[in-house]
């Protein structure tokens, strides 16, 4: 069963600036990545969903609910955490959640139960009877994510979840949303535009570009295989490619990687034994495959 099924969704907002357009895509269960630019369309597709604002045409179901006609079956199902910080500073994260929760529909006592085993599975049990106004930017990001959780959903949809976090806060908060998505049994869809986090954790793909479909399919099936070998050593980078050129091999540069092309069949043993003669410290050696971000690339230059 699907969980999102979109038919030809459009949503033109006053002065004809339109957010999405004829978009069709079916979405099966597992961690989804949405992703796109600044302003492809991601938030107005999640605020459709949720039944915050109505599209211009065409429909949306999520698990087969109508968002517009039938807002509160779909949102007892869904959880949503916001991009923008909406936290009160003044109470704290348990008393935030258990409220929450109510709203959700819980009654009193299962509401604080739940805050509080939701408050453990992000990380801020210990924290939970701070005021919110003292977390880090971290911690409010965890209090958005207990809250998407507390009422238990079949659906987390996750607006920008790492958006203001340093590079160990967005490591952690990414674990954390794959570890809700494979080891909970709730569909996460992970809205982003940073590419390579949603790559890291994502078994399937939404990428939307100006309001239309750019593509949907597995991460595996975007990502394949290339013709490169991916090398990386501790230092000498330099030194390597020119050992490697001088072995007959075709090599360029990727920041920190070599990247050198398969046209032989001992291209593999040429690289090891390069690295050896150096004696430099292997990080890496294996097949380079496509990025997500390839995608965009490659529709930029086809409309050129």
Known sequence: MNIIATQALTKTYGGG????????????????????????????FIKIMLGLIAPTAGSVRVFDIDPVTDTDKVRARVGYMPENDCLPPDVSAA??????GRMSGLPRTAARERASETLRHVGL??????????YSTGMKQRVKLAQALVHDPDLLLLDEPTNGLDPGGRDAMLALIHRIGTEFGISVVVCSHLLG?????????????????????????MTTASDLLAVEVSEGTDQLAARLAELGLTVTRD????????????????????VTDLELNLHRLDQRRHRVAELFTAKETADV
């Open 255 to 274: 920041d920190r990687l070599l990247l050198v092309a398969m046209d032989s069949e001992d291209a593999h043993d040429r690289i090891l034994r390069a």
């Open 95 to 100: 008393e935030f959640v258990t409220h929450l």
């Open 197 to 221: 986090e949603v790559e890291r954790i994502c078994d399937s793909l939404i990428a939307i570009q100006g309001g239309r479909l750019l593509r949907a399919d597995r991460i595996s099936s």
């Open 17 to 44: 600036v339109t957010a999405l357009s004829d978009l069709t895509v079916q979405v099966e269960p597992g961690v989804i990545g949405l992703v796109g630019a600044n302003g492809a369309g991601k938030s107005t």
């Open 125 to 134: 049990y210990e924290e939970r009877y701070r005021q919110i106004g003292g």
